[in-house]
């Protein structure tokens, strides 16, 4: 069974780089089908995508963070990573990792998660 | 980008059906699935793809979408499934994810 842990800071400044690593075991990083996705969640606010990226570095981010947002994949590692710069603190929040099973037919979800770091960004 | 909506908050009486729903334009014609989340942890996923239960989600979680609106019914409600609960599709036009804001469901 597949298991995703984040890991990082959980007190960045403003206006620098929030950073994490996802370390993924029970599963092959390289395996196809799957794009490996952050995504975090504000207090009392829904879940917010952040981006994902495919084992052969393919990605794609949130039209509102794609500016900012840089996700990286080292398979020797088995991890992926997120660097989120400039933050401020509208960007604390609970980052989760999250497998994404992509489908033929757009059936695509998140079936297995981290289990979340907190991130508060400090003034 | 397409848009979903929940409502912000259900309450239920324990044994009783609650209801959530997710609107979206022509949802129907997308994949719809639900997520799970109490307090302090990790998003389960409890429906995928519309109707379909992954292993160990019990039978009293069901969901179906049609029209403009897909529905996650819990029956026999329990304290247990007290959580937030988000649908999410696939938006087809950008080739990305999307959550609705994420409903809180409270056991009275």
């Known amino acids: 069974q597949v298991q995703l842990q984040e890991s990082g800071p959980g007190l960045v400044k403003a206006s620098q780089t929030l950073s994490l690593t996802c370390t993924v075991s029970?599963?092959?990083?390289?395996?196809?089908?799957?794009?490996w996705s952050w995504i975090r969640h504000h207090p009392g606010k829904g879940l917010d995508w952040i981006g994902f990226?495919?084992?052969?570095?393919?990605?794609s981010y949130n039209p509102s963070l794609e500016s900012l947002v840089n996700i990286s994949v080292d398979t020797s590692k088995s991890q992926f990573s997120l660097k989120l710069r400039s933050v401020t603190a509208a960007d604390t929040a609970v980052y989760y990792c999250?497998?994404?099973?992509?489908?033929?037919?757009?059936?695509?979800?998140?079936?297995?998660w981290g289990q979340g770091i907190l991130v508060t960004v400090s003034s | 980008s397409y848009v979903l909506t929940q409502p912000p908050s259900v309450s239920v009486a324990p044994g009783q059906t609650a209801r959530i729903t997710c609107g979206g334009d022509?949802?129907?014609?997308?994949?719809v699935h639900w997520y799970q989340q109490r307090p302090g942890q990790a998003p389960v996923v409890v429906v995928n793809?519309?109707?379909d239960r992954p292993s160990g989600i019990p039978e009293r979680f069901s969901g179906s979408n049609s029209g403009n609106t897909a529905t996650l019914t819990i029956s026999r409600v329990e304290a247990g499934d007290e959580a937030d609960y988000s649908c999410?599709?696939?938006?087809?036009?950008?080739?990305?994810?999307?959550f609705g804001g994420g409903t809180k469901l409270t056991v009275l």
């Open positions: 999410q599709v696939w938006d087809t036009t950008q080739n990305h994810p999307v």
């Open positions: 999250a497998r994404l099973v992509v489908v033929a037919g757009a059936h695509n979800w998140f079936d297995s």
């Open positions: 793809n519309d109707d």
């Open positions: 022509n949802i129907g014609s997308k994949s």
């Open positions: 990226i495919s084992h052969r570095g393919t990605t």
């Open positions: 029970g599963d092959s990083i390289t395996r196809g089908g799957i794009y």
